[in-house]
Structures are given as structure tokens and as C-alpha cells.
């Protein structure tokens, strides 16, 4: 025989009080109602012996509140997306929420679908990293009052909250670091997408490039072929068919991974007098063989900031959309050391 659930109201009927009581010490409303500490005691003991649950939808419905943030990325899997869910799990977890982590893929389709499933269930707040067309939707959200935070890119005419980094400034720096180091021909690779974060860090290549009097010369590999066989082919090519290039900027650290696969064949060049730089660190970076140069973005600050406005938006404390940029830190390593001149 299936045992019966405890409800308040059954524990309300076993400690013969009223569900209101009960209700007041579940929800740590005792000391303000007034409850005597003897009472309070008496509804945490039977809650426990009984191993009471309670009812989260119902719950939800009651206070308005799930205490349940989501986090929309692109891949949970990427380093830096993983890196910074841990963080901002940690602290939401501080703050009394619970974090459903999930990846979009870059996909208007299945972030559509995944927002209208979250916001069903009643869920407190939404961080994203928006695919392209996420525009309305995200609208939709704040327009219906729902605290909504982009992270990494945004919409330029959307008014909304966002974090993101200099990645303009990142990548001029970046580019002016390889040119001081005496490399003259970077080539700089990228993907084939409208994301601001990608066009920002494009640009900012470009502008070092233009400043110092050099040419620019780009890579763009398709989206959905950033991962494959493809993308690590086509890095390949490129350098095989340009052979003046002195050094190569990768514009993500996924391609940095993918550029040093394809060029393994050829590791003497990357060690002698090749400059690599990617954007966004990672612990790989730091032990191979020669260590790689790499733009870190400041992880635990993004997810303060992240955090900050969300909590905001859920206490009503600020109306104000903010757009938070913050600053990178050059990782300088032996893959961006002075060129050898001849």
C-alpha cells in the first residue's frame, strides 16, 4: 500500500495546531509571528521525524517565488561556460536559489523551447548567453517583468541587463602585443557569425592592424564547423597557403585547441619562431609545449556581477538596465616571445 503523503495540513491535524502555524515555521517566519520557540521546535521535529517534502509547484504557486535560477549558455561543455556555472551555482546557492544549467547550442529553435518550458515551471530569473535570434523572446521576458541577465553578447538595441568584457580593447592589446614582439604577418581566425563578443574582438584586431600600417588577413570558419574535422582542415590550409604568416590570434579558445591540433604536424615552427595568441585562457594553455599566450576573462568578477543584478531584479531593488564591461588580463607566455629577426 502506497504510503500517504505528509502535508501541512496533516502535520497541522497530527500536532493539532493550525496549517497557518505550521505554515509560518516551515517558511522562518516563527520569530516574526511570534511563534514561542517550544512550538517552533515541536512543527521542526514531527517535519523530521516524517521526513516531509515540501510540494515545490504548489509552493511556487503560493509565494510567487521557485527559488530557481536558470543558466542558458551556448555549450556547458566549453571551459569557460562550465568554469563559470560552478561559480555562480556556488554563490545562488549562498543566496538560498538552486541553478538549472543548460546549453542552446547557438539555437533560436531550442532556446525558444527551453524558455517557454522554464518559465511554465515558475522559474525566478533567467542568465543567458542568447543565440542570434533570441531577441524577442528575450523581450518577451522582460517586457513580462521576469529578471532576465545576458552574459558574453547582447543585443544592441535591446535595452537590457549585461555582462560582458572588453573584448574591443582585449584584442587590440593582444594584436599590439604580437606586432611589439617584432610579428608583422598575424593572421586572425575566427568564426563566420554575427555575435557581437566575435565582431568586437574582430575589430579590435583590425584596428591594431590598421594603426600599425599592416595588412589583415582572416579566417572565417563556418559556426557548426567549429568542432569538426573541417575547421582543424581548413586552419591547416590556411597557413600551408599563406606562408609570410609570422603568427596566428585565434579568436576563441575552442579554436586555439582546434589551430594547435592541425599544426602539431609542424610543432617545430610553433616552438622556433611562430607567435600564437588565443582569446580566453585555459589550463592547457599553461602546460603544453610552448606554453600559449591567452586573453583570461575574470571569471569569479563575471559571476558577481551576474549574480549582483540578479538579485537586484528579484528584490525589484533596480529598474535600470546595467551593462557591466569588464576588464581582461593578458597572459603573456613563451608562444608570443620576441620574434627572432634575421
Do not use: W
Amino acid at each position: 500500500m502506497k504510503k500517504k503523503q505528509v502535508s501541512i495540513k496533516s502535520i497541522a491535524t497530527a500536532l493539532n495546531i493550525s496549517v497557518t502555524t505550521v505554515s509560518f515555521v516551515l517558511n522562518g517566519k516563527a520569530e516574526e509571528k511570534h511563534i514561542s520557540k517550544e512550538m517552533t521546535q515541536k512543527v521542526l521535529d514531527y517535519v523530521k521525524k516524517t521526513n516531509y517534502r515540501p510540494n515545490q509547484i504548489a509552493q511556487s504557486l503560493r509565494t510567487g517565488k521557485s527559488k530557481i535560477l536558470v543558466f542558458m549558455v551556448e555549450d556547458i561543455s566549453n571551459n569557460f561556460f562550465s568554469k563559470l556555472a560552478r561559480i555562480i551555482e556556488d554563490m545562488a546557492y549562498e543566496k538560498g536559489y538552486k541553478v538549472i544549467f543548460c546549453s542552446n547550442e547557438n539555437d533560436d529553435n531550442k532556446s525558444e523551447e527551453l524558455i517557454q518550458l522554464f518559465n511554465f515551471r515558475m522559474v525566478d530569473g533567467f542568465i543567458i548567453v542568447p543565440s542570434p535570434g533570441m531577441q524577442g523572446v528575450i523581450k518577451q521576458l522582460i517586457d513580462e517583468n521576469i529578471p532576465v541577465v545576458l552574459l558574453d553578447r547582447y543585443f544592441s538595441d535591446l535595452e537590457s541587463n549585461i555582462v560582458i568584457v572588453n573584448n574591443d580593447e582585449a584584442a587590440y592589446n593582444a594584436t599590439e602585443h604580437l606586432i611589439k614582439n617584432q610579428y608583422r604577418k598575424i593572421g586572425f581566425i575566427t568564426t563566420d557569425t554575427s555575435q557581437t563578443q566575435m565582431l568586437d574582438r574582430l575589430n579590435g584586431y583590425k584596428r591594431a592592424i590598421s594603426d600599425n600600417g599592416l595588412v589583415s588577413n582572416i579566417l572565417y570558419i563556418p559556426y557548426n564547423e567549429t568542432s569538426t574535422q573541417l575547421s582543424r582542415d581548413l586552419i591547416y590550409s590556411f597557413v600551408a597557403d599563406n606562408p609570410e604568416l609570422d603568427s596566428l590570434f585565434f579568436s576563441t579558445n575552442y579554436l586555439a585547441l582546434r589551430g594547435l591540433e592541425s599544426l602539431k604536424s609542424d610543432c617545430d615552427a610553433l616552438k622556433k619562431n611562430f607567435g600564437v595568441v588565443t582569446f580566453d585562457d585555459n589550463e592547457f594553455f599553461s602546460i603544453c609545449n610552448p606554453t600559449i599566450t591567452a586573453v583570461a576573462q575574470p571569471l569569479y568578477q563575471i559571476g558577481e556581477e551576474l549574480m549582483k543584478i540578479m538579485l537586484n531584479l528579484l528584490k525589484k531593488t533596480d529598474d535600470k538596465p546595467q551593462k557591466i564591461i569588464l576588464n581582461t588580463e593578458l597572459k603573456i607566455r613563451e608562444s608570443s616571445k620576441p620574434k627572432q629577426v634575421f
